[in-house]
């Protein structure tokens, strides 16, 4: 019978899952319950030390493979549940509809095997099983977001080829980039890809896109972290490097370009999540765990970044807002604009020092790309400014009552708990760097 700890991490959420779906009608139940299982999975995780802890044994058999739970994979889900955990509790005050939840648990499981697998190359089969599995979080039925969702879903699909091609071909420059650099822009939404994740950001819910672009990029990251340090070569290649860096200055125009032309928050949401993607593709440069302390750090000030804006996208998007009702009436705007700057990397956000060492990761194979990335960064930061300046924080005081509820005293909290969490991130910039470093035994 098998006992090892990873089988606890593909069953868990499963289970999960299933229990959140027979709870659909009762939206704040099913958050609840998942909620509970993932603070008892994080529980779990952090008493299933490898070798010392509870089901010592780390590795378990899955369909003729073996799935080994590394030290640096239970770090990385130590920090991924309660992320998901935090992500429910914004659902909890701004719903995102009845498959959130469910599809959340469910994808833990892919994801996680994914990364556990041996050989490497099949857990991009298994990012396409946890894109599956939050298509209807992102679909809901509506017709609108469909393209986008299934253009993302259609990207992750066709990865999955290059991807084994490029952990499988020999090790020759010439053929293994050839497969690697698609593999990576296609999982990270790279120039030309990027097309999916323009789309959710402007047509998708706030809190799903925190889900998919904000949680999930997580492990995708790692994933595509680990891909190429099977293939050094591919990565080595001319090719390779200057082709993500090109890739990553044009990604960084295009989200500028959405931005400005953006006529609702959303559509400057959606800009704002390229600039910052188009940084974190110079994290495949560097290898091993250079790479990862380049990464990592970005990916959670981004999943802080986008549940702030989750929080407070309904009131900025609001016909009016809120009048001064209430001494936290410019709270959820507070967190909009916060998030939105972090995006867009302006100096004392959480972006701010994630998004300079991932640039100087990136120049030394040229300076056109970098000056580009840098000028994008700069415009972005412009144009963020005045949409936020176009907008009053707080209506003039009138009859009548005002507009939109009161905050909870919970939403209050939860919204300055992840304030306050970001404003630390942003005034101290090492901050993240070390707290990664020193979780995932980098340092």
């Known amino acids: 019978m098998e006992t090892g700890f990873p089988l606890v991490m593909l069953v868990g959420p499963a289970l999960a899952a299933i229990v959140a779906l027979l709870l659909r009608r009762f ?39 073996e799935l080994t739970l590394t030290p640096f994979i239970r770090a990385l889900f130590l920090v991924i549940y309660p992320a998901l955990a935090a992500l429910f509790a914004v659902a909890w005050f701004r719903p995102a509809g009845r498959a959130l939840v469910p599809a959340g648990l469910a994808a833990l499981a892919p994801l996680a095997a994914a990364l556990m697998i041996d050989p490497p190359g099949l857990g991009a089969v298994l990012l396409v099983v946890a894109a599956a599995f939050v298509v209807p979080a992102l679909h809901g039925g509506r017709h609108e977001p469909a393209g986008a969702t299934w253009r993302t879903f259609l990207f992750t699909a066709v990865a ?32 030309p890809f990027y097309s999916g994740a323009a789309g959710l950001g402007r047509t998708a819910s706030p809190v799903s896109l925190a889900l998919v672009l904000g949680v999930m990029p997580l492990v995708v990251v790692a994933f595509v972290l680990g891909l190429l340090d099977h293939a050094p070569a591919a990565r080595a290649a001319v090719g390779f490097q200057s082709a993500v860096r090109w890739s990553a200055a044009l990604t960084a125009w295009v989200g500028v370009w959405h931005m400005g032309r953006a006529a609702e928050g959303r559509a400057l949401v959606a800009g704002a999540v390229l600039l910052d993607m188009a940084f974190v593709l110079l994290a495949t440069l560097s290898p091993g765990a250079d790479g990862l302390l380049l990464a990592l750090p970005a990916l959670i000030s981004r999943c802080l970044s986008l549940l702030l804006i989750a929080l407070g996208m309904e009131r900025f998007a609001a016909s009016h807002p809120p009048q001064p009702g209430s001494r936290w009436a410019v709270l959820p705007t507070a967190a909009f604009a916060f998030g939105l700057l972090s995006l867009v990397g302006l100096p004392l956000t959480a ?89 995932l035994g980098l340092g």
């Open 351 to 439: 972006g701010f020092g994630g998004r300079w060492a991932l640039l100087a990761a990136g120049t030394p194979g040229g300076p056109w790309p970098a000056i580009g990335l840098v000028a994008a960064m700069l415009l972005g930061m412009l144009v963020a400014w005045r949409a936020l300046l176009r907008r009053p924080v707080v209506e003039p005081a009138v009859d009548g009552p005002p507009v939109g509820p009161p905050l909870g005293p919970a939403e209050v909290s939860l919204t300055l708990v992840l304030l306050g969490l970001a404003v630390l991130c942003g005034l101290w910039p090492n901050l993240l760097p070390g707290l990664v470093a020193r979780l």
């Open 27 to 65: 939206r704040r139940g099913q958050t609840a319950a998942g909620l509970v299982a993932l603070a008892l999975l994080t529980l779990l995780l952090a008493l299933a030390e490898p070798g010392t802890g509870l089901l010592a044994d780390n590795t378990v058999g899955f369909y003729g493979r």
């Open 160 to 191: 999955v080829a290059p991807a084994l091609l490029a952990v499988s071909s020999p090790g020759s420059d010439a053929a293994g980039w050839l497969y690697a650099l698609p593999a990576a822009l296609l999982l990270l939404g790279g120039f």
